[in-house]
């Protein structure tokens, strides 16, 4: 007699039932672990209750409020810690500043400062995220000390602290990645260099002067900045560097300044050899919005190069009726690709209106 179809049957039995068992301590595991979330949450959630009243003084004023603030159980000074970085995230100043001295009497800051020697990245990115929204001028040596360590993507990380710090010191060592054009992208140097506003301007401009490595962020950071006195080093740098990214950068910062000087090295930049200059210059005529400049425009309406082409057209219509009718008179009798880019910035002008 065989025993292969009993055997085979308890085998699917027993089979069936380990499942459901396994199935079943799951579905246990994720309710305690849902429930224990929730246990976890009410408790911070009444730990931050007890902590308000603390913050509102301190915001209200009260330099002395900050005492209360300090640690009385576990998990209280990540808690505190928390809810004086969704504070200082949204409001700037003196009264950051007073937010700033209470994380540091809290030993708040001493601790991110320990954590920026982690042998883990994470862990030092996060410090320097908390830094930079807590931290005060005694947190810009510390950061500046690992940014000169730092390989990882932690860097990034240091660097907008370093920006939201805005400290003197910092200056120049961001100043100095500016020029970097290895491993780091320069978006990040830039936004925190950004930060800063005018008191970064007198660098900038002394670094804009003389072709190096950043002196096309430079120059696109002081047409950001809005610094009329890089008005000249614009020009100069339109007409002679021989980078192109320089060129376009100077370019771009003359039409954001506007500057009705800049014209001319404007006119130049429109027959530059390469195309991304010539597509930043008829930007930057339309921005300046001289008439005169309509001739230019129109012409570079047959450059060889799309965006050149596209944006003469957007710049035409900005100069207001001397540009639209031109325009006008393109989209009436000018051949096909021609006539279809007069005809839809006009469109989208009569749109915006």
């Known amino acids: 007699m ?8 308890a085998g699917l039995l027993l089979g069936v039932w380990l499942s459901a068992g396994a199935a079943l301590i799951l579905l246990a595991l994720l309710i305690v672990s849902k429930a224990a979330r929730s246990m976890v949450e009410r408790w911070r959630a009444r730990r931050r209750d007890a902590f308000s009243p603390a913050l509102d003084a301190l915001i209200a004023g009260e330099p002395q409020a900050a005492a209360r603030l300090r640690s009385r159980l ?10 004086l970085v969704r504070t200082a995230a949204a409001i700037s100043g003196d009264l950051r500043d007073e937010l700033a001295r209470a994380a540091a009497d809290l030993g708040l800051t001493r601790r991110r400062i320990r954590q920026l020697r982690s042998p883990r990245i994470h862990v030092r990115a996060f410090a320097a995220e908390r830094l930079g ?31 939201r710090l805005r400290s003197p010191r910092a200056l120049p060592a961001l100043l100095r990645l ?72 100077a370019a771009q910062a003359a039409g954001r300044l506007a500057h009705p000087d800049a014209l001319a090295a404007l006119r130049g930049a429109l027959r530059d050899g390469a195309p991304r200059v010539r597509a930043q210059a008829a930007w930057a005529m339309g921005r300046v919005g001289d008439p005169a400049a309509a001739g230019e425009l129109e012409s570079a309406l047959d450059d060889s190069d799309w965006w050149t082409r596209a944006r003469a057209a957007q710049a035409l219509a900005r100069l207001g009726e001397a540009g639209l009718e031109r325009l006008r008179r393109l989209a009436g009798g000018a051949d096909g690709p021609k006539r279809e880019l007069a005809a839809e910035m006009l469109a989208a002008a009569e749109t915006g209106r």
């Open 133 to 163: 929204l807590l931290g005060g001028e005694e947190a810009a040596p510390p950061l500046l000390d690992a940014l000169s360590r730092e390989r990882s993507g932690a860097r990034r990380a240091i660097i907008r602290a370093l920006g």
């Open 178 to 249: 500016l020029e970097y054009d290895g491993e780091l992208p320069g978006a990040p140097v830039a936004q925190a260099l950004l930060s800063y506003g005018e008191p970064a301007a007198p660098h900038l401009l002394r670094m804009a002067e003389a072709p190096c490595r950043g002196r096309a962020q430079a120059l696109a950071l002081l047409g950001q900045m809005k610094i009329l006195d890089a008005v000249p080093i614009l020009i100069e740098a339109m007409s002679e560097d021989p980078n192109p990214a320089a060129r376009e950068a």
């Open 74 to 83: 576990w998990g209280d000074a990540d808690i505190v810690e928390d809810m």
């Open 2 to 9: 065989s025993v292969e179809g009993p055997v085979t049957a």
